[in-house]
């Protein structure tokens, strides 16, 4: 049986590993934030015809494949004070601002030709309140450091899957996170009230009774939003006890049965459940492996309980169905941590989080049709570290205060990922020719993770109607002068 001849965690830590793509990954240390200075000065400018400039540039996107555009500047302010001089340079100068809080925006919208790049790295601050139940947080806060923090105190919040993905982008996009069905359905929804820096300096503290259609835009909005996020008020919950994980392997052609299997158990009620499917090469299928063991389909359910008993007892839904028995390897039940989760996505075994992206995403209301397609597809996949991940959302419910507005009960998640330059063509072409292919059964996009390059018109198809005007209307009052660079329609 052509499967992979791992141990239990090498094979998990793959699994897990590509699950961090949800928002990018990176293996990198996290520095000491430097001392925060109060100054009228702008903190660290570079300039493009500085030596260091394109070494600046090019650390900016987390990933090996750097987008060919060109800032005039890149400001790293250290303070509030360095900030609000950074706004202002960019004022007196006429230049259009872009923000970046860790550069996993797999597009690189944070570089943009011409204009200010405000790196906000160094807004690194963490202060909880157990008492009250909420964290505020600066937006380059790695999600490993928050969940150290919190996890310090019996507390948890819906990270990011990746160790190193930072709050600030994560939360404006939505946030895909770690029992995130259970904690609100996406981590945006958990957002209580921000600062905002706006497009004249000011700051402002938003939230459902000040400033509500920057708080409703902060929410979901992405990069898109007129203003700089200086810090976040996130609600936060009760950590899990005894976290499991399970694994079910099947042929990827087999997609769609699992994807009906886990909505059906999801529609019963999973709680504390994260529930996702990832189509991947098997690693040890040989050139006499038959086509149907090339590509792996893997059924990954999470569970986020207070005992084993009682995470068995969630589970029971999904290894009770016929289909688990016909599964080609099944692990159940392995005991993991928030914290393990987190490491196993920067787990350098597992061979993903590591060389050049390029991602496309869709809702869909037509699951079985758009999983058939997808799985179709990545059959053709010309990079062995491609994969697909799958969402099976059990809480697809929406609160009235938020810009993100697309949401189903099924997500899909195309990564092409390679290693050499001289095969960005062949990936990318892959990339779109599946996004083409599932564009008839898509309900709309993730607005932090989307190809625009063909077809701009995704971006606001991210949106409800409603929403989208709401937005545009919310840009045009905030930033008249159009100050922030917007949403990026290329690539």
């Known amino acids: 049986m052509f499967l992979p001849q791992l141990t239990r965690r090498d094979f998990l830590s793959g699994l897990l590993g590509a699950g961090a793509t949800l928002a990018g990954c990176r293996q990198a240390a996290d520095p000491d934030r430097p001392r925060s200075t109060a100054t009228s000065t702008p903190g660290t400018v570079v300039m493009r015809d500085d030596p260091d400039f394109e070494l600046w540039r090019t650390s900016m996107p987390w990933q090996l494949w750097k987008p060919d555009r ?23 100068k006429g230049w259009r601002i872009t923000s970046r809080s860790g550069g996993h925006h797999v597009w690189g919208a944070m570089l943009r030709d011409d204009g200010m790049l405000i790196d906000m790295s160094r807004f690194r601050e963490v202060r909880i309140d157990p008492e009250q139940g909420f964290a505020d947080v600066g ?6 450091r928050l969940n150290r ?12 899957h990746c160790a190193s993905v930072p709050m600030g982008g994560y939360l404006m996009g939505g946030g895909f996170g770690l029992n995130g069905d259970e904690w609100g359905a996406m981590a945006c929804f958990s957002v209580l009230e921000a600062d905002v820096m706006t497009a004249d300096g000011e700051l402002l503290t938003v939230g459902p009774d000040q400033h509500e259609d920057l708080y409703w835009a902060v929410r979901g909005a992405g990069h898109g939003f007129p203003g700089i996020v200086s810090r976040y008020r996130l609600r936060l919950y009760p950590a899990p ?3 499991r994980e399970s694994v079910f392997v099947f042929p990827a052609g087999r997609l769609p049965e699992v994807g009906d299997w886990l909505r059906s158990a999801a529609a019963t009620g999973m709680p504390n459940t994260e529930l996702m499917c990832l189509l991947l090469d098997n690693p040890d299928a040989g050139p006499d492996a038959p086509p149907a063991m090339r590509k792996l389909c893997i059924a990954r359910p999470v569970v986020f309980a207070d005992s084993s008993a009682e995470a068995e007892q969630i589970l029971a839904p999904l290894t009770a169905h016929p289909l688990a028995g016909e599964a080609l390897f099944t692990n159940l039940l392995q005991p993991n941590t928030m914290q ?22 869709a809702w869909t209301n037509e699951p079985a049709d758009a999983l058939a397609t997808v799985a179709a597809e990545f059959a053709s996949a010309p990079s062995p570290k491609t994969h697909v991940v799958v969402l099976i959302k059990g809480n ?3 609160p009235e205060a938020t810009a993100l507005s697309r949401l189903t009960d099924t997500w899909i998640g195309s990564y092409a990922v390679w290693d050499r330059a001289e095969d960005t063509a062949a990936n990318v072409d892959w990339l779109r020719q ?4 599932l564009k008839p059964f898509a309900a709309g996009h993730s607005i932090n993770e989307l190809d625009a390059g063909v077809d701009p018109g995704k971006i606001e198809r991210s949106f409800t109607p409603e929403a989208w005007a709401r937005l545009e209307a919310i840009r045009a009052e905030r930033d008249p002068d159009g100050r922030f660079h917007g949403f990026l329609q290329h690539t």
Do not use: C, K
């Open 139 to 144: 937006p380059a806060v790695w999600s490993d």
């Open 70 to 92: 060109q800032p005039d500047s890149i400001v790293r302010p250290e303070s509030i004070d360095e900030l609000a001089a950074a706004v202002q340079l960019a004022r007196d």
């Open 241 to 243: 006890q005894d976290v």
């Open 340 to 361: 393990g989760l987190l490491e196993g996505s920067i787990d350098l075994r597992s061979g993903f989080g590591f060389g050049r992206y390029a991602v496309d995403t």
């Open 149 to 160: 923090a919190l996890a310090a105190e019996g507390l948890a919040f819906p990270v990011a």
């Open 396 to 398: 697809s419910e929406l």
């Open 434 to 437: 599946t996004s083409a292919a």
